[in-house]
Every structure is written in C-alpha cells, then in structure tokens.
C-alpha cells in the first residue's frame, strides 16, 4: 500500500554516496517521528523538505514550492469556475 | 502539511466535480492499476458522481493479489521447512494456498513474522542466527528497490542467513498483455502513482503509440483524481491521447535513478506467472547470480509447481478487468474478508476487498 502523504524530514544521517554508513532520515509526519532508509531516495533531502516514503524507504523527496506548484496546477484547471467557489471557505 | 489538506479542501472539489461531469463526451473505459488507487477512488466516494459514459475498472494493481496460487503454495511450504523463519509484508499473511495460508502454518507453529520493512528482517536475521530468515518478495517497481537495498546492506553486514524469495514483477510487461486483449476495450489509463515516481512517467509513451491509450499520472488526493479523470476524459474527447502527468510533485518524467540503478544492480529481469494473466516473458525479476547468496530459490533449490485457481473464484478475471467482484458468484457469501477464498478478497488494496468494504454490489 502506498503511502501518499509526505513526511517532513527532521534529520539526516549519512552522505548520499556513502553506502558504507547507514543512510537514514527521521522523520514527522502528525507528530509521530520515525526513522526511514535513505538508500533508494531519488534526491538527497535537506532538512525541511519532505519525502513520500513506501515500506520503510524514503522513494521522493520534494520541497514545499514543488507541492505548492502542483496544487496550482489543479486550481488553474478550475480556474473557469466562479471565482467566489474557489476561494470560499478555508478548508486547510 | 498544509498542501495535502488543500488537496481535499471542498473549495477545490467541487468545481472540480462539477467540470467533471462537463468533461465526458466521448465513452471512457478507464483502468486502474495501483492498489492504492483502487481504494482511494472508493474512499473519494468519485464512483458515486461518475458521469454516465465514463467507467472504472481495476487492474492487476495488488502485489499479493497477482501472486499465483503457485507462488503462494511455495511460500506455505517454505514456511514449514526446518529452520526457516519466514518474513512477510501483512497482507501476504491470510491469503489462501491449495491448502490453508501462512497464518494456518504459523498456528501449527511455522516461523512467520510480519515486518513494515524488508530491512526488519536483517534484525530478525540478526536476533535468531541459527534461523535461516526468508523475506517473501512481493511487489511491484515501489517496492523492489528497497528490497535491492536490503539485500546490499546484507552484503555488507555480511549477515548470511538472510534471503529473499524474489517473486517481484513489473508493471509495463502485464499492461502490454493486458493492451492486446481484445475483450479488454479500455481507452483510458490511471498511471499509478508511486509505481510511476521509480520508473517514470516515460514508461506510459510506448502505450500511447501502440495503443492510442490516454495516459495520466495521478496522485491519490481527491483532487489528484478527479483532475486526472477530467484529463482522460478531455484526451479521448479531442481524440488526442498523450502521456499527461499531473502528479509532478513526486513523478518525473524519467524516474528515479538512482532507484532504477541499485533495482538493476540486483535484480534481471525473468518470466513469470501472474494470477489471471499467466506466465508474462520478462514480467518478473529474479535475483542476479553474483547475489546468489541471497537467492532463496537457489539456496533451497525451489520448485514452484502449477496448481490451479480455487474453485469458483473470479480473482484472474477480476485482475484483468473482465468482470467485476459482485459478479463472483462467491462475493459477499463463501468469500468474505474475514473468511476469504482468494486474494482479491484478502489484500487491504485488492478490488474485492475494497467492493466489500464500501458495500458496492454492483
């Protein structure tokens, strides 16, 4: 099962090309801290970015202005709408 | 993260619906293939407001549930082999073989332990030295790379009674089969999601020019998906399919490389069986001789014998899109999740499951 939502990377230990010490992120997601394996990862994350992670392995890292531009993506798609629907209510 | 409520936020949702309904001119046959997708859709409730010409199929997009019931009999009968302690993803465990399931072997005392990652069965490798510790290698590309990994730190640790029972299989190859099928009559297809984030959007391409398939890589917001079943439905209107990626924010366009490279490193590729779909040539991946060592199949010296499907059970034209679980004469009455006949009916993502769980009868 594939887990969809990001999680926030709080700490990263090893290098990206140095397979000989552990490789390993911890990370946050609703509070709970968890370490995740950072062999597979397709860029080596910074602190503060975030990374989709599927059975132990972080698989993606992406920053938050790469998340923002993909819900604009969305929003422009809706974009005919009536702008009042866009925009009412806050659900974040 | 802010960004994933946005993703559900109704503000967005709804006009999204409504352009939903706007979008379908043309008749789409949409398939999915990713188990998380499958529920996902449920979840969304987007069965519910599909607009007429537009239907959903669900594919072989359950690793456990496109395990043969050869695979599954060899992994209960590895698991009641002296000195083996087997390591299993969850959903593997109450899937039924010719007789009885990983969960019957544990209760009369077979070694099974349930792992989130592959990387906890070194530790158990670690714990129980005079075990040999088997991890069942079930999964599609999101998967096998860190089961490469697994089996590299292995190496380096030189831990040695730790291997991997490899029944990994590939996306592109079953689509292909399924494509050239011609009860099969889809237009449209859901790319899945993090399959895609290892092996990139690209792979859809072929698809599109053999097949004129409309392709589109989607996430598993509500958003994600409604946008993604707006741009299938506006391909096949205009008649100009493509491979369109709206999941950006974790799917390249060439994948993950440095994935793909340690996948290769490890693993060739191999024919294999799927359920429903049979033996599919360079389908699977099996582990590469110089990492024999960490081949269960070479160590134990593994036959894997045909048997067939259970009796009654629509799990392979399920899988193939065929038909759809109501249609089982078996749902809902001798195949229920907590006595299940097949596999579709086990797995947490499998389609029979989720038809259940959400009480679709058709």
């Known amino acids: ?92 | 993260m802010k960004h994933v409520d946005e993703y559900r936020d109704r503000a967005l949702i709804e006009p999204l619906a409504a352009e939903l309904q706007r979008a379908v001119s043309k008749p789409v046959r949409l398939m999915e293939i990713c188990g998380t997708h499958t529920m996902a859709i449920f979840r969304s409730g987007i069965r519910s407001i599909l607009p007429a010409g537009m239907e959903i199929v669900s594919g072989p997009g359950c690793p456990v549930c496109v395990t043969s019931a050869a695979h599954m009999d060899a992994f209960i009968s590895l698991a009641d082999a002296p000195g083996v302690r087997l390591a299993i993803f969850g959903d593997l465990f109450r899937v039924p073989g010719s007789n009885g399931s990983l969960a019957h072997a544990s209760s009369r005392g077979a070694k099974v332990e349930i792992v989130y990652s592959s990387m906890d069965a070194l530790d158990i490798a670690s714990r129980h030295p005079d075990d040999l510790v088997i991890f069942l290698g079930v999964g599609f590309e999101t998967t096998t790379p860190g089961i490469a990994a697994t089996i590299l730190a292995a190496q380096r640790q030189k831990i040695d009674n730790f291997c991997v029972f490899s029944t990994h299989k590939v996306i592109p190859e079953a689509l292909d089969v399924l494509l050239q099928d011609p009860e099969l009559q889809i237009n449209a297809l859901l790319c899945p999601g993090h399959v895609s984030a290892i092996i990139g959007a690209a792979a859809y391409q072929p698809f599109v020019d053999r097949y004129h398939l409309a392709c589109v890589v989607a996430g598993f917001e509500p958003a994600d998906l409604l946008n993604g079943l707006i741009r299938l439905a506006r391909q096949i209107g205009e008649d100009r399919p493509t491979v369109d990626n709206i999941y950006p924010r974790v799917v390249s366009w060439e994948g993950n490389h440095r994935a793909l490279a340690m996948v290769d490193e490890v693993f060739e590729a191999t024919d294999t069986q799927w359920r429903g779909l049979g033996v599919i040539p360079g389908s699977g991946l099996k582990i590469r001789e110089r990492y024999r060592d960490f081949d269960a199949e070479q160590r134990l010296a593994i036959v894997v014998t045909d048997v067939p499907e259970p009796k009654g059970c629509l799990c392979g034209q399920i899988l193939k899109g065929q038909t759809i679980p109501p249609r089982c004469p078996l749902f809902g009455s001798r195949c229920t999740p907590a006595s299940p006949v097949g596999p579709c009916m086990v797995s947490s993502e499998g389609t029979c499951a989720a038809y259940y769980k959400y009480g679709e009868t058709g």
Request: proline fraction near 4%; charged fraction near 30%; include cysteine.
């Open chain 1, 1 to 92: 099962m594939c887990l969809a939502v990001p999680m926030k990377v709080e700490q990263v230990e090893g290098s990206p090309d140095d397979f000989t010490s552990e490789q390993l992120a911890t990370v946050n997601m609703d509070g709970i801290s968890r370490k995740v394996r950072l062999d597979v990862v397709d860029r080596w994350p910074e602190v503060g970015d975030y990374v989709i992670v599927h059975a132990g392995f972080a698989i993606h890292s992406l920053v938050e202005e790469e998340a923002k531009r993909n819900i604009e993506l969305i929003r422009e798609l809706a974009s005919h709408m009536p702008e009042e629907m866009l925009q009412g209510g806050d659900g974040s």
